[in-house]
């Protein structure tokens, strides 16, 4: 089956970190990127960047620079996402998605996991 | 960064009716690689459409993404109960990518 499964659930303090994995299966995982998403309550998805799972080459949205780390381990399919020194603005859902750059016509992020509820509270 | 704008914000139609959702870009966007996104509550988003007019697969031909340059639309025809959601629009076209902040499309 061709999924994006997200590690469960967080709670975390403010100045902490957090890393969230997401495990593809169903697809040749090094022929994707994945992206990074975040929706906090009542706001509109926030693009937080980007990894290629082959090569490991990156980038991340400006807000999230210096704060952020993305890596994969391709022996498992897995990519990660590390968020550090967390603040309570950093509540949100937390999705990963595949986007396939080497697409003739780039069709968008055209699989989705099921999302990751991080909440940053003393 | 390029910003989409989304209106209107919320849209009340009744099943069978036609909606007619707008994304505009503060920039051109790169090849018209815009999407548009079906998100329901405790769900994953859904691509919808791609590159502003590409269906993706297995959409039905309700839905229909039309535009170029900073304006777009999505079109959902013969509404659906199943279709009432939010819907976003996402640039790709940019090295950052960046989404709107949503229609929401209830029913009347």
């Known amino acids: 089956q061709v999924q994006l499964v997200q590690s469960g659930a967080e709670v975390k303090k403010p100045g902490a970190s957090v890393k969230v994995s997401c495990k593809a299966s169903g697809f040749i995982f090094s022929n994707y990127d994945i992206e990074w998403v975040r929706q906090a309550a009542g706001q509109g998805p926030e693009w937080m960047g980007w990894m290629n799972a082959n090569s490991g080459n990156r980038g991340y949205g400006q807000r999230f620079q210096g704060r952020v780390i993305m890596t994969r381990d391709t022996s498992i399919s897995t990519a990660y996402m590390e968020l550090r020194s967390l603040r309570s603005e950093d509540t949100a859902i937390y999705y990963c998605?595949?986007?396939?750059?080497?697409?003739?016509?780039?069709?968008?992020?055209?699989?989705w996991g099921q999302g990751t509820m991080l909440t940053v509270s003393s | 960064e390029i910003v989409l704008t989304q209106s209107p914000g919320t849209v009340s139609l009744s099943p069978g009716q036609t909606a007619t959702l707008s994304c505009r870009a503060s920039?051109?966007?790169?090849?018209?690689?815009l999407a548009w996104y079906q998100h329901k509550p405790g769900q994953a988003p859904r691509l919808l459409i791609y590159?502003?007019?590409g269906r993706a697969t297995g959409i039905p031909d309700r839905f229909s993404g039309s535009g170029s340059g900073t304006d777009f639309t999505l079109t959902i025809s013969k509404l659906e109960p199943d279709d009432f959601a939010v819907y976003y629009c996402h640039q790709y076209g940019y090295s950052r990518d960046t989404f709107g902040q949503g229609t929401k499309l209830e029913i009347k």
């Open positions: 920039e051109t966007v790169a090849s018209n690689y």
């Open positions: 998605a595949r986007y396939n750059p080497g697409a003739i016509v780039k069709d968008g992020f055209d699989l």
């Open positions: 590159a502003a007019s």
